[in-house]
């Protein structure tokens, strides 16, 4: 990349870098306040490994994680810390497409698009 029109190499990679720093100190604090409040309420029950028991409803959408995240319920803050782990990679592609097009270097847009495409795919398909 050069310095002409967007970022320069070395501060795009310095803001990617920040970027996925943030993003899993940020999963990482969120899921460890999920841990806590989770052993906190259920730290002293035995676990019955006889019967398989999945995530409640709620937990598999994304407005149910949201929603139990903001009351603070311990399962939805550690889905949601594991949802920001899955969503850092995805935005430092998101940022690099950003990035290339400032730099309008259009084969590098093009195939982080692609990418980019391929992995929202590869997420909302399932």
Do not use: C, N
Not at 42 to 66: A, C, M, N, T, W
């Amino acid at each position: 990349m050069s310095e002409s029109h967007g970022l320069s190499e070395k501060r795009f990679e310095s803001l990617i870098g920040t970027l996925l720093r943030a993003g899993v100190v940020l999963a990482a604090a969120v899921v460890l306040a999920g841990g806590v409040l989770y052993l906190k309420k259920y730290g002293s029950v035995k676990p019955d490994y006889r019967i398989f028991q999945g995530e409640p409803i709620e937990l598999r959408s994304l407005s149910g994680i949201f929603g139990d995240a903001v009351t603070f319920h311990s399962r939805g803050l550690i889905q949601l810390g594991l949802l920001i782990l899955i969503a850092t990679p995805i935005a430092r592609v998101a940022f690099s497409v950003v990035a290339y097009v400032s730099e309008r270097d259009w084969l590098y847009t093009a195939i982080t698009l692609l990418v980019l495409g391929i992995l929202i795919y590869s997420l909302t398909s399932a």
